[in-house]
């Protein structure tokens, strides 16, 4: 379908089922065994319910907001998510280009299908990126890549998935046993490997994943990184005050977007734990969310239970398909759905609604 007659971002989704490879399809939109937290994550965005205001002056709304010292249009990051190439020709470099376009930052991920200098060279030359990083079980690898990102001033912050210490069973992966041409330049450009186990793409993509990492190698990330050190797949208060302790500057609440253990609670219920166990973090450090943010209403709900910004994964991953254009205008629909939201719900700024109960009633989830 043409990219004018996308007008959400479960059209970008449902696009990419119809023109994507079949193996590139089960690799974007599949998750972990039953798809139970996949599922999850987005329809328990659907629980919350606003408390919207009227008869304000909503003439003028303001999205604006920073991430880690950087302003950013909106609250919404893009994703890191492995081989974007896999969606289209541009891969990363439509991320990165249409990110910069539309002011909110890229994430790029380790096994990304372009280099980090090409991936940088898509944006204008100041413009910032995050990256995420999967500590290598060959651990001079990864510090070859810390000590890469402390030349790279474009690079503001380092995001440490954890939630993957083993890639999960991808069923739709493991069961199209094609061979795809791109994986990630930080594999050295390796086939997905298809063995007894299935076709498992994401399989190889993260197999240099090291799993004994724990939160005592945080010290030796700090020791080779000077970044804002962030922690991507929080799923408990537990942990997230560990990460607090730890001195890091952020967390990601995530479950891998239902990729990494199925029946991990959905995102917002992690959220809510956080907020009734251990409130005192989202004053210490940023508090981010992804998985199922599929609607402006999705992030401005974030906003109101206390997150600094949401996380968007693959609606942007299939909208490389269009190329840099339709990242743009996924990020243009998003734009836009948060201000309506703003407007109708009362709410001009972010700063007014940012953890304030008042403007959602969460019930149905207590
Ligand atoms: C991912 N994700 C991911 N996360 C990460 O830290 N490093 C990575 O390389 C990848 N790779 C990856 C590939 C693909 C195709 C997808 C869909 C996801 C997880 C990603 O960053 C994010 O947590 C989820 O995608 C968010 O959920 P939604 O928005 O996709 O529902």
């Given at each position: 379908p043409p990219l004018s007659s996308l007008i959400n971002l479960d059209d970008f989704e449902q696009s990419f089922a119809k023109s994507g490879s079949q193996k590139s399809h089960a690799y974007i939109s599949g998750a972990s065994n039953d798809l139970l937290t996949l599922n999850a994550n987005k329809s328990f965005w659907q629980k919350l319910w606003f408390r919207p205001r009227i008869m304000r002056n909503v003439s003028i709304v303001n999205t604006k907001t920073t991430m880690f010292g950087c302003d950013v249009v909106m609250p919404v990051w893009i994703c890191p998510m492995g081989v974007a190439k896999t969606a289209g020709p541009e891969g990363e470099t439509a991320l990165g280009a249409g990110a910069a376009a539309s002011g909110i930052i890229h994430c790029m991920?380790?096994?990304?299908?372009?280099?980090i200098e090409d991936i940088l060279a898509s944006a204008p030359k100041t413009y910032p990126f995050f990256f995420q990083l999967y500590v290598d079980k060959q651990r001079h690898k990864t510090e070859a890549v810390l000590q890469k990102l402390e030349t790279?001033?474009?690079?503001?912050a380092l995001f440490i998935t954890v939630d993957l210490a083993v890639v999960s069973k991808r069923e739709a992966d493991e069961r199209i046993r094609t061979q795809e041409d791109t994986t990630s330049v930080y594999m050295s450009g390796q086939k997905n490997k298809i063995d007894k186990k299935g076709g498992g793409l994401a399989r190889t993509t993260g197999?240099?994943?090291?799993?004994?990492?724990?939160?005592?190698d945080l010290a030796w990330v700090r020791k080779h990184s000077s970044l804002p050190i962030v922690v991507k797949g929080i799923q408990s208060a537990a942990d997230a005050k560990m990460a607090m302790e730890m001195g890091c500057q952020g967390i990601v609440v995530s479950n891998h977007g239902g990729r990494a253990?199925?029946?991990?609670?959905a995102t917002i219920l992690i959220l809510l734990e956080l907020r009734r166990d251990c409130p005192e973090i989202f004053d210490k450090m940023e508090v981010h969310i992804d998985g199922g943010v599929r609607r402006g209403s999705d992030i401005l709900k974030a906003v109101c239970l206390g997150a600094r910004a949401v996380g968007v994964g693959r609606p942007f991953q299939c909208s490389v398909a269009y190329d840099r254009e339709g990242v743009e205008t996924a990020a243009a629909i998003l734009q836009d759905e948060l201000e309506t939201a703003m407007r109708l719900c009362g709410v001009t700024n972010l700063d007014q609604a940012?953890?304030?109960?008042?403007?959602?009633?969460t019930s149905e989830l207590e």
């Open positions: 991920s380790t096994p990304a299908s372009f280099s790279m001033d474009q690079v503001k197999s240099f994943i090291d799993w004994a990492f724990s939160w005592e253990l199925d029946s991990a609670p940012r953890g304030d109960l008042s403007y959602l009633n």
